[in-house]
């Protein structure tokens, strides 16, 4: 797996690639020295078929607790509580102001159909803590949560700030990096900071995602004084994997409460006779200009360019550099440049993501082979048709943690007259659809684009169903 990413004005470069990344949302209220989460709009994922179902019965709050993410599922590092049903109705007597911002201080749906939540902490703490991360579902008719979806993001779009006063204290809330769209055109994340008193209380990540009658909601939050809360994407992408593969109402019913899903040779399998996707087809579900951040443009998409004869140092590496092209049925990339001020300034920044297809079977024995080689190749170099040699260093890789069948690394290519480049690289398998995105820099570290990425995941996973 292979793609082309620029590196100077008159040169490129080729090294693999990989992505994936997810954000799942809730308000967090923290107050009198406690934290309470609260759902904002309840997030929503039609697990069975993927796509919107607004007709299906919204589940039970057993069905909910069935698919929770727990033992493989919950990213490494980490370890689970137990699972909760209880509701957080809003409280009689409480005041948001602005006024145009309650539906940020709401409980969320009033008497959801079904509802589940479990915390998860680093391994060997509290998963009660404040520095945890929070999975939430929810289930209720389709135009209940859509409404509640919408408040919240016209909410958004003028609350950089509100207070919520309840018993005469006041709880302040500071809201940043909002972001619409970040899993499907109905879904919104955002940073919200709290204070009391004057004093920080911790910093929380939420993001909601509405798609059918089932809500899936996650919360990342910090502690005053911890920094950053810990990168829930991961969380998402694993939820959203289990309810893709399982849906709730397969997860246990009032008549078969212990009801199983269906073994299936692979996660990310297609059960259907749906033609592999042709390159017409891959090109419109890569991400547009008007999808992407405002600081990338967008290039024409483009035929991946074909591989060349690979002299390696260690021949167990060569999955890691080979583009399979003979084995697809079609391959498109796009690369999206990180704009400077100045426009006659060649971008030292950006993303390159490659679409390609081909029958499933195909596609997962190279992932496997890709994986395999990952393990053994934490270094390895490649001499080139002009006789340079460029080197390469792989670093932090994440199998599974996005997902079944995805993977997740950083790699370093040093060339003799080129320089340095950096790249964080994702692989993910969707049907006959595999996805390969790149973020690269030639100035430091590559930063991980999980906007794009879990943009780029939605409209892949669309497609390959």
């Known amino acids: 797996m292979r793609i082309t990413m620029p590196r100077h004005a008159a040169t490129t470069v080729a090294v693999p690639l990989t992505v994936l990344a997810l954000f799942g949302l809730t308000a967090c209220e923290k107050s009198g020295g406690e934290a309470t989460d609260r759902p904002s709009a309840s997030a929503n994922v039609s697990a069975g078929s993927g796509k919107p179902d607004k007709d299906t019965a919204p589940a039970t709050d057993e069905q909910l607790s069935a698919v929770l993410i727990d033992g493989k599922d919950i990213p490494a590092g980490y370890s689970g509580g137990k699972v909760s049903n209880e509701r957080t109705p809003g409280k009689p007597g409480q005041v948001v102001s602005p006024a145009v911002c309650a539906a940020l201080g709401s409980g969320g749906v009033p008497d959801p159909v079904g509802h589940a939540e479990r915390s998860y902490a680093v391994a060997g703490g509290d998963p009660e803590s404040d520095d945890s991360v929070r999975v939430s579902l929810s289930a209720a008719p389709h135009e209940v949560l859509k409404k509640q979806l919408d408040d919240g993001v016209k909410a958004l779009a003028s609350c950089a700030t509100y207070d919520i006063t309840e018993g005469g204290e006041v709880t302040s809330f500071t809201v940043t990096d909002v972001r619409t769209g970040v899993q499907g055109k109905d879904s919104v994340s955002y940073k919200v900071t709290v204070t009391a008193k004057g004093k920080p209380l911790g910093t929380a990540v939420n993001t909601l ?34 309810l893709d593969a399982t849906p709730p109402a397969a ?20 059960t259907d006779s749906k033609k592999t996707p042709t390159a ?37 590496c060569t999955p890691l550099l080979d583009d399979g092209s003979k084995q697809r049925t079609a391959a498109i990339q796009r690369t999206y440049p990180k704009t400077t ?29 890709y994986v395999a080689a990952l393990k053994v190749c934490s270094s390895f170099s490649e001499t080139n048709s002009d ?45 006959d659809v595999v996805m390969q995105l790149a973020s690269f820099s030639t100035t430091g570290q590559a930063e991980v684009p999980t906007a794009m990425i879990s943009g780029q995941l939605a409209k892949v996973a669309e497609l390959a169903r």
Do not use: I
């Open 280 to 316: 017409g087809e891959l090109s419109a579900a890569l991400l547009t200009a008007q999808e992407v951040p405002a600081e990338y443009s967008a290039e024409d998409p483009e035929p991946s360019a074909p591989g060349t004869t690979l002299r390696l140092s260690d021949p167990r």
């Open 209 to 242: 995602v509405l798609h059918g009658t089932t809500g899936l909601a996650v919360t990342s939050f910090a502690g005053a004084g911890k920094g950053d809360p810990a990168d829930a994407a991961s969380f998402v992408t694993a939820q959203l994997a289990k």
């Open 341 to 369: 001020l100045d426009a006659s300034v060649q971008p030292t920044e950006g993303v390159v993501t490659e679409l390609s297809s081909a029958p499933h079977a195909v596609l997962k024995r190279d992932l496997d082979a």
């Open 251 to 270: 997860a246990g019913s009032p008549a078969s409460p212990t009801a199983k899903p269906t073994s299936k040779p692979s996660a990310t399998q297609t």
């Open 387 to 431: 006789g340079t040699v460029d080197h390469y260093t792989v670093s932090e890789v994440s199998v599974g943690q996005l997902g079944a069948d995805t993977v997740a690394f950083r790699m370093r290519d040093d060339h003799p007259t080129d320089g340095r480049l950096y790249a964080y690289l994702v692989v993910a398998l969707k049907g």
